[in-house]
């Protein structure tokens, strides 16, 4: 079955700082999905990626898709407090309807 | 528009009982998600209904189990609850169609004791 690995597992940065984090899939990705959970709260829609080499941004986030490489990255420009969350990747298996998700990056930003 | 709402938030439940949960989708959502969430397995997928009917299924015992109504409001059941089953359940909505965005309730923590 596919699995998504996510690096790093948690990440703490000073206001300001830019950070990325990655999601590696093991088998051919049909798409990716990144979402942020505050803690035992739901999850937050953020962006979908369907392309090879796609590139969405929102507000100071930017996602982009490696097909080739499996990979899908999240980028924060100049992090505030209000990013500060768990990011959680997901992925159609298979290119069902199933999503597999990713074990989370939780972010911590220091003020 | 509303988003996705789900009953109760909280739970707490001994073993050997059961529990029931609901989920009302976005309005005009016609597939229903459930996904259980814990610190160990991060999050699974349960089960998925689309008009009523249980389009995909996950890797859980027959214990869980849901179902659909005609308005698309799902209710999920877990019977003869364990500890293990201590969770939280999240449901998510979607139009129906393939690879759209699936769209996540606040989530129902159930506590088993």
């Known amino acids: 079955s596919q699995e998504l690995e996510q690096s790093p597992q948690s990440l703490i940065v000073q206001e300001g700082k830019n950070l990325t984090i990655n999601c590696t899939s093991s088998?051919?990705?049909?798409?990716l999905y990144w979402y942020k959970q505050k803690y035992g709260e739901g999850l937050i829609f953020l962006m979908m990626?369907?392309?090879?080499?796609e590139e969405k941004s929102h507000e100071k986030i930017t996602a982009k898709l490696d097909e080739k490489k499996q990979q899908s990255s999240l980028h924060i420009t100049a992090s505030q407090p209000s990013h500060a969350g768990i990011y959680l990747c997901?992925?159609?298996?298979?290119?069902?309807?199933?999503?597999?998700f990713g074990k989370g990056t939780k972010l911590t930003v220091n003020p | 528009k509303a988003g996705v709402t789900q009953t109760p938030r909280y739970l707490i439940k001994t073993r050997g009982q059961q529990v029931t949960l609901s989920c009302s989708p976005i309005?005009?959502?016609?597939?229903v998600s459930w996904y259980q969430q814990t610190p160990g397995q991060g999050l699974q997928f349960l089960f998925e209904?689309?008009?009523?009917?249980?389009?995909n299924k996950g890797n859980f015992p027959g214990r869980f189990s849901g179902r659909q109504f005609s308005n698309s409001r799902s209710e999920m059941n877990v019977s003869t609850l364990e500890l293990g089953d201590s969770a939280l359940y999240l449901c998510?909505?979607?139009?129906?169609?393939?690879?759209?965005?699936?769209?996540f309730g606040p989530g129902t923590r159930l506590l088993v004791l």
């Open positions: 998510a909505s979607k139009l129906g169609g393939n690879q759209e965005t699936q769209y």
């Open positions: 088998k051919t990705l049909y798409g």
């Open positions: 990626l369907q392309k090879g080499g």
């Open positions: 997901g992925a159609p298996q298979g290119g069902s309807e199933k999503l597999v």
């Open positions: 309005s005009g959502h016609r597939s």
């Open positions: 209904y689309f008009s009523e009917t249980q389009r």
